[in-house]
Every structure is written in structure tokens, then in C-alpha cells.
């Protein structure tokens, strides 16, 4: 059976894809902060749900995590993310950069420090792949100034991926970037206009049909090819 490990599997569409994967015969590594949450999921997604205790930011928690099995990844799908600090306080004329350092922290360097540290056990799938979850808001062709932070930081992972789309290309381990759409989920908020568990559906399709040919490519959560 395939195995995924999802990040921030906890809530929100790391949850939704969670449930997909689920559904689709995917053992499922959850990633998530609280024991409580660890407790309840497993109770209530049964035993292809495992969930791993980590704070992304954690490179112990990380190492100690990936090396607490031996067990094959197909695929890592970096969720995990922050909207960084309150509007008003990350514009590019008003920054709270210690706020800015964190959401780089989070949505940049962590995606990169999660692949590093499971690659070991990437390498033992027949056909392992990296997706992280970007969003449109990234988007070079577009110059609208507000969440200054939260913009640069998903810019700076679509780099930071096809960097690493590059790098593990010889070793035929492909590298993709998800824009999930606007989603109804706490960082999302009540006025979206797609459901977790819509898009959930689509990054699982889009993930079953992304391979080596298609390395280092960003996606729209329908499977479509977008631009950087
Ligand atoms: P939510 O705020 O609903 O969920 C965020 C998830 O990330 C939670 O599981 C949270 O866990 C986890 N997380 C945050 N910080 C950390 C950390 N330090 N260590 C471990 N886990 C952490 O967000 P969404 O589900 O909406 O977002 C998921 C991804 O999709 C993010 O990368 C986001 O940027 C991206 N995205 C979302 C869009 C939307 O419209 N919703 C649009 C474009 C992109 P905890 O409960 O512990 O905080």
C-alpha cells in the first residue's frame, strides 16, 4: 500500500487530502503538533492513519521522527503553513520582520528541512515524489501589495523546490508545487469559494498522476499546469 506523509494533517486541507488519501488506499503518516489531535484522528481515521508528532520548525523533532521507522514514503506533501503576522503589519511600508523571519520559517525553510530530513526513506519508494503546497499568491505576474510576507515566502518555496526539482532529478524523485485555489479553512476563511474537500480530491488525483517527467512544474489544484 502506497504511504503519503502529509504535514499539518491536523486541520484545514491537510485533513481533507488526509481523508481522500484515506479513502483511496493510501497509508497516511499525519503530521500534526498536540497529542490531543494525534489522539482523536487516530480514533477516528482508523489504523492506515498514523499521525507523527512534529513542529515543522523542529529539525530534531524532525530527524527524530523520520528515523523512528524504516518504512518506504511514496509521497511527502508539504501542507503546513502560516499566514503570517495581521495584515496592517506586513505590508512592504510597515513590516513586523521578526513576523516575516517566521512565516519564511514556516512556509519556506521548512518544506525544504521536512524533504531533507525524509529523503532517506523517500529514496525506498519505487516512485517517490515531493509536492508542496504553494499558493496563487506567489504569483511573479501579479503586483498587488498586501501580505507582503506571506507572498515572498510561498515566491521563495517555488524556487526553493525547483532547485530541489533539479538536484533530485538523477535520481528520478519528482519535485511538484500546488496552487490549492482559495479554500474555506481557518487561513482561508468563511468567504472562499472551494471546500477543503473539493480541492482535497483534486491534489490526489493530481498527485497519483505526477511523475519524473513532469519535475520541478507548479499546478493548479485541478492538475493543470500554471505559471510561476
Ligand atoms: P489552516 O490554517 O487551516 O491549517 C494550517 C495547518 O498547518 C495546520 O494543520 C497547522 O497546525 C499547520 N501548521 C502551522 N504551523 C505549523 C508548524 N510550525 N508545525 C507544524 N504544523 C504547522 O490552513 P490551510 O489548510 O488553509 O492551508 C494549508 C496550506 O495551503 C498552507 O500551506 C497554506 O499556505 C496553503 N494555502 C491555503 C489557501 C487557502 O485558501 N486556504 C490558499 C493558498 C494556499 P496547527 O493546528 O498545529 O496550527
Redesign the pocket.
Known amino acids: 500500500m502506497p504511504v503519503m506523509l502529509i ?8 485533513l481533507a487530502v488526509a481523508k481522500v488519501a484515506l479513502a483511496r488506499g493510501w497509508t497516511v503518516l499525519g ?4 497529542e490531543e489531535d494525534a489522539d482523536r484522528l487516530a480514533a477516528e481515521l482508523g489504523p492506515l492513519f498514523r499521525p507523527q508528532l512534529f ?3 523542529d529539525r530534531d523533532a524532525l530527524a527524530a521522527s523520520a528515523a523512528s521507522s524504516p518504512q518506504a514514503i511514496d509521497v511527502l506533501l508539504n ?4 499566514i503570517g503576522p495581521d495584515g496592517q503589519d506586513q505590508s512592504a511600508l510597515h513590516m513586523d520582520f521578526d513576523g516575516f523571519l517566521r512565516t519564511l520559517e ?2 519556506t525553510l521548512a518544506p525544504l528541512a521536512v524533504a531533507q530530513a525524509f529523503l532517506p526513506r523517500l529514496r525506498k519508494a519505487a516512485q517517490p515524489r515531493i509536492l508542496t ?1 504553494s ?3 506567489s504569483w511573479m505576474g501579479y503586483a498587488k501589495s498586501d501580505r507582503v510576507a506571506y507572498r515572498a515566502s510561498k515566491a521563495a518555496v517555488n524556487k526553493v523546490m525547483q532547485c530541489l526539482a533539479t538536484d533530485l532529478e538523477p535520481e528520478n524523485i519528482a519535485v511538484g508545487l500546488i496552487d ?4 474555506r ?4 476563511g468563511g468567504e ?1 469559494d472551494l471546500t ?1 474537500e473539493e480541492v482535497a480530491s483534486g491534489i490526489v488525483g493530481l498527485i497519483e498522476n505526477f511523475d519524473i517527467t513532469r519535475t520541478g512544474r507548479f499546478f493548479r489544484w485541478t492538475g493543470e499546469e500554471r505559471e510561476f
Open positions: 504535514t499539518g494533517a491536523n486541520r484545514g486541507i491537510g503530521s500534526m503538533r498536540r513542529d515543522v520548525a501542507n503546513a503553513g502560516i514556516i512556509n503546497i499558493s496563487q499568491m490549492p485555489g482559495w479554500v479553512t481557518d487561513m482561508g472562499a477543503a
